[in-house]
């Protein structure tokens, strides 16, 4: 004897199937227009996502896929993620956000966290590091920044500190290739600012010029504020990436006044990328005064040096 056994066909409608032993399917309803169902395929109206993993699964498989998928490439586009896991960007955010991950969001690139690079800069990463110094730096920058000076800002993680204590009403032009010191900038509602655009590097949040025109080419800056991450006597002003020694070299070039912007705990680093001898700047601007051989090379070589007051 035959069941009959109620079941439902890919457009929801109810049918019946006959079981002799094992169940057979026979549908009847018309399929829907323009689906096309091949043996052996997903249905169109499955999720990607198994129904049974639960939330924090799915938001660490889609982390994991993530992270497999930048040691293929060094950045992907938060679009670019969206569309290789079939979500929204937004909920790529809401992953990032919650909690510590294999990966991060910065300036629209998902990149792998900074944690896992240990010999490598990330400007997310060493924003908040040393902030007193850098609080302390940005009181000494005081009146050094006039009324209508043009002033080309670098790339790091310095620079906004000395941004957000210039005075809300001082009128200023700022250069910038920095996406963290243009974000800061556009918050003074005095300032006219010119960003730099080309190619976006999410490390350190730098934009390359792409063609041979650069924005420098047309403009002299009162000042150059050049920030680095190691200063020594013998090899001079260096940073991470080589990436940010066009810049930097362009703009000291056409600056008037060049100033070398570097807080206390920087002395005596030397890193891969040299900007130049400490002889090519005018100023160092910092928190704290270098003591042993730094400090007598610098004072032999009358290289005037502005610190916070008191």
């Keep these: 004897m035959l069941t009959r056994l109620p079941v439902r066909c890919h457009v929801g409608r109810e049918i019946y199937c006959d079981r002799p032993s094992r169940p057979r399917r026979v549908c009847r309803a018309k399929p829907l227009k323009g689906i096309v169902n091949f043996p052996g395929a997903a249905s169109p109206f499955s999720h990607s996502e198994p129904n049974n993993m639960s939330m924090e699964t799915r938001r660490d498989d889609r982390i994991h896929r993530l992270a497999l998928a930048l040691k293929r490439t060094d950045k992907l586009h938060l679009k670019e993620a969206a569309r290789l896991l079939g979500v929204s960007e937004m909920t790529i955010r809401r992953d990032l956000s919650d909690t510590p991950a294999a990966v991060v969001l910065l300036g629209g690139y998902i990149v792998s966290d900074p944690k896992t690079h240990p010999g490598h800069y990330f400007v997310s990463d060493q924003h908040g590091h040393n902030a007193l110094k850098k609080q302390r730096l940005a009181q000494a920058a005081a ?3 006039q009324a209508n000076d043009t ?12 941004i957000d204590a210039l005075p809300d009403a001082l009128p200023f032009t700022a250069i910038c290739c920095a996406m963290n010191t243009f974000l800061a900038l ?12 080309g190619e976006f590097h999410p ?4 934009f390359t010029p792409l063609a041979g025109h650069a924005i420098l080419d047309d403009l002299c800056p009162t000042l150059a504020l050049i920030s680095a991450a190691g200063v020594d006597h013998r090899q001079g002003a260096t940073c991470y990436n080589t990436n940010e020694l066009a810049m930097k070299h362009h703009a000291m070039q056409r600056a008037r006044q060049r100033v070398l912007v570097t807080d206390s705990s920087k ?14 700047f005018d100023l160092l601007l910092s928190d704290a005064p270098p003591d042993g051989e730094l400090g007598d090379w610098l004072a032999a070589q009358s290289i005037p040096l502005r610190l916070p007051p008191g």
């Excluded at 556009?186 to 655009?197: H, M, W």
Aim: with cysteine; aromatic share 8%; net charge positive.
């Design 186 to 197: 556009k918050e003074k509602p005095a300032c006219r600012v010119i960003l730099s655009g």
């Design 203 to 206: 490390d350190n949040a730098l």
């Design 143 to 145: 009146g050094l920044i």
């Design 267 to 280: 002395y005596g680093n030397v890193l891969p990328a040299r900007i130049a001898g400490l002889t090519q």
């Design 151 to 162: 002033v080309f800002f670098d790339c790091g993680s310095t620079l906004p500190y000395l």
